[in-house]
């Protein structure tokens, strides 16, 4: 007889928290994958560091990506007043590739410059990690624009749908460093970083409901 | 003669940002245990990659486990309002099982295909971990049931009190896995995967009190 | 003649956010420190597991020293309502012990079944650090106490004052501590653990103002 | 014809809440770089605790820095109430650098006593990351004080222009480091910790309008 009071509803807020807390672990534990260089006496610690060049631009890139993630997640999220089970499980799956990016970072770092047969498939895992984070993402905003229920009122649903198409075919740009991966390992990084910075630029649109005569109010929501 | 102005009551707000942030960091820092395999040159590092298996099974386990947990745990404390010393010791002693989970995480990760007799021992520390933390969340729901004022006034405590024999019922599937742990590893880590699907479409119900004349206060605050 | 809008107020919500971070950081980088032991074929795992003890315990003891000294800078921190500058760098040189605990814990951990000389130095830096902590929380209450102004108005000045000799005598344990590490090792990680729990359960109290007329905001704000 | 909602705009509570997780992390994180010395039977542990004082050096004054740039960042968000692209750029760029800081600090810590060309580079290596650090800073500052309409109402937006070129001077200490570097690393150890406490005691200052008659409201709002 007891209706329970735990379905159909929930807070984003502590949701939100807890994902906003991996994005942050995540950025700053790229840092340990940067090692302290031994030398010798008598050896050039300048020459040492230099040549460690791959791990700071494997770090930069990855600070990037997460950073963008998380830029991304937060808009989407902005927009959210609703949690079901299965946004919980996409959002879970979603943070698990963010908390694992370390892990393919120092492997980069790693292999970078090392024999090409190894650096293609540090570069490979690389983008397999991002092709797998760039699917669970687009899978939260698949099921957010299916339901559509789980949006503020303010967002238009219909509007929403239509930019599912333009955001896979965005998204594109992951499969292909995968190829690039047997190409170049150096210029794979690379490309992350661009794509990084592309996805800061065109971030995640949610479209507003047109309701001229409210222009304030649609604005405060933005 | 001064009351004390400590007693008696206090916010979950902080308690639940503590609880937060320390499922959040033991989540990240699984991925420490992954490492970056070390190939001498011509060795192929997709095998090397490849025998890394159990590190990467271990991880989306323990991920999902502690993501699992953090969601019951929002669940529960989404119904408290009150915070006595006795809960926040059974949060503690949760959180301290829950911050130790990368450990034996990386024990069987290590040992998962090593020799039998190292491979059963290792699954057997997960597994009683596994109890360990389900018996410090079951103290947990226990103690909130049985004092009852803790809750916010919507919640059933009748009702709470009747689920606590189905809880502990189903807590029954960690005991078990420390027997399976000296049947198979890898079965036994399979099954704390399994289980924490399982809590998570079964999650704890927080009873409502019958008010059929407020249906709207009682689900915004679901 | 612009006024500055920075002094003289300052809210307590991203310093405590900040500090809440640390803490939670701190407690959950102390599984860092437990190691998975190396064990040749045939060798036994359990007995492995079993000479690592001194690491186990260390991290429970350290872990409730965080999570008390959590709790009681929650319980004062939720009794005021302005930060000044001394109040800020107080607070750092506090969180600044807590962040180092991980290292005392590992040091001790690694030293406590060594030889007498090394396991009486590892426990007296053990030791030591809680002395720095012990003071730092002191010189805090000390200044709130002094200042007086940086409490919330139902806080009574006069009485709160009236806490600083008991407070700082129920410290004396920790000196205390530091003559036992040259006896015993495990005893001393023992009456840490002990000193926490008397802590936990004999928290910092802040008298309120008297006010018999109302009684329920007081109760409200406690 | 749908508007997006999501331009122009923004909350600054994510942003913020990303920021102080990446301080509170990047502080905790400091403490991974001392070691547990180690020592044979019969060697003092006083004396290799003793040689380790770079390390406990480089903790206190990085910890410093990462707090106090802390406080400088609450204090200017404190006043800002939009947030645009570039701001989000900026405010990455400078996580980035704070989140490498356990790096340099683990550097410097390793090569400062070690033989003078190498500590020289390493003292060299952590003042440039701290050049960085305050030039992103800067370059943050630069752009909400140019823009304007990113601040609160309250702020002064011409006061706050004022105030760059003395906070570009302010900044000059930083370059004066890596001179230094060359001449003495424990003293530019030093200079940072010195830095740091005058950065502590001179915050950013954020001009707030001339309006006389509502003290009241301005005061709140500092």
Do not use: C
């Amino acid at each position: 007889m007891n209706r329970q009071t735990d379905r159909g509803s929930g807070d984003t807020g502590r949701l939100e928290a807890f994902s906003d807390g991996v994005f942050a672990i995540a950025t700053t534990l790229l840092i340990l994958e940067v090692e302290v260089p031994h030398v010798e006496h008598g050896e050039s610690l300048w020459s040492a560091l230099g040549e460690q060049w791959p791990s700071y631009a494997a770090y930069v890139v990855s600070f990037l990506v997460i950073g963008i993630i998380w830029v991304n997640h937060h808009q989407v999220f902005g927009h959210v007043i609703r949690v079901d089970r299965k946004l919980m499980f996409l959002n879970l799956l979603l943070l698990m590739i963010v908390a694992a990016l370390p892990w393919p970072t120092a492997l980069l770092a790693e292999y970078l410059r090392g024999d090409a047969a190894a650096a293609h498939t540090a570069a490979a895992v690389y983008s397999l990690t991002m092709v797998a984070m760039s699917f669970a993402f687009q899978a939260l905003w698949w099921h957010l624009t299916r339901s559509g229920h789980l949006f503020h009122p303010r967002v238009d649903p219909e509007g929403a749908r239509g930019t599912r198409v333009r955001f896979a075919l965005g998204s594109l740009g992951y499969p292909a460093t995968v190829a690039l991966a047997f190409v170049s390992a150096p210029l794979t990084l690379a490309a992350h970083g661009v794509l990084a910075l592309y996805y800061g630029f065109n971030q995640v649109q949610v479209p507003a409901r047109q309701d001229p005569e409210a222009p304030r109010g649609t604005r405060d929501l933005a």
